[in-house]
């Protein structure tokens, strides 16, 4: 039976496999939660987030779980004067769940063309109108690791960055029974949708080493990923079958009926 393989963590690719099944019921999903996200309760890292929010003059949540968690850390409305940026539709979405939108009174940049959600797109955004980043104050909120290109580009151009870690990432664990799950799968009719770097890597480091079918994902699983560098970063790893869509999951859903049609071709 043909089966996608959801790899975001828990609750988080709600709304796609909804999707999936009113498109493709017929498709079988499975969950596996490569990565699981684990918020930051820090009681001086809270203290930290409100001191720097008070002198920086422009704060970027990297990810809808950096805006979750980064919230939930603060404990307090985020100010209306301090412009927020932010990668791409989902982190704004995120944002608007709080009532953190223009209609109350908050500056929010984000790249409009979903095309363009990656950090070159939020900076071509952030200067498309000639601004000096030279000491200026920028607050990221983010997960432990990742964006260091956007966090260099403002140091490049004078400012200094301050980082506050709003949540880690977790992998799971080579005892979780999800892994036994997705063994049990025929590997010419599986596809697994990849919507991190980070996840990508554990998935590689498990398959290395999961014999004997560890070695048929990589000649035969479809990898549906949701940008160009990770992509990239799939084919440099070993895996044949590598497809790459943008962001969001209107075209992580196109993807997938494109590859359900081809497999369906082959029959």
């Known amino acids: 039976m043909p089966t996608l393989v959801l790899t975001r963590p828990i609750g988080q ?3 796609l496999s909804e999707l999936l099944k009113q498109q493709l019921p017929e498709l079988n999903q499975i969950q596996l939660p490569l990565l699981s996200i684990v918020p930051n309760q820090d009681d001086v890292e809270g203290m930290k987030l409100n001191e720097l929010i008070k002198k920086a003059d422009f704060a970027i949540f990297i990810s809808p779980n950096a805006v979750e968690c ?27 769940r709080r009532g953190i939108n223009s209609a109350h009174g908050y500056q929010i940049s984000f790249p409009k063309d979903s095309r363009n959600w990656d950090s070159e797109g939020l900076w071509a955004e952030i200067n498309s109108v000639p601004v000096s980043w030279s000491g200026k104050q920028i607050l990221f909120l983010k997960g432990a690791g990742g964006r260091d290109w956007l966090g260099q580009q403002f140091l490049d151009q004078g400012a200094t960055i301050h980082e506050v870690v709003t949540y880690r990432r977790l992998p799971l664990s080579v005892e979780s029974p999800s892994w036994r799950q997705v ?14 770097s980070e996840a990508l890597r554990h998935l590689v480091d498990v398959l290395d080493q999961s014999l004997p079918w560890g070695p048929s994902w990589f000649n035969s699983v479809t990898i549906i990923c949701s940008h160009q560098r990770i992509a990239q970063a799939a084919k440099e790893a070993g895996f044949k079958q590598v497809e790459c869509c943008l962001s969001g999951e209107e075209h992580l859903l196109v993807a997938t009926q494109t590859w359900f049609n081809q497999l369906k071709q082959l029959k």
């Open 13 to 15: 690719s709600h709304r």
């Open 70 to 96: 980064g919230m939930r850390l603060l404990g307090a409305d985020w100010p209306t004067h301090l412009p927020i940026a932010v990668v791409g539709g989902g982190s704004a979405e995120a944002l608007d």
């Open 183 to 196: 063994q049990k799968l025929e590997a010419n009719t599986t596809a697994c949708i990849i919507n991190s």
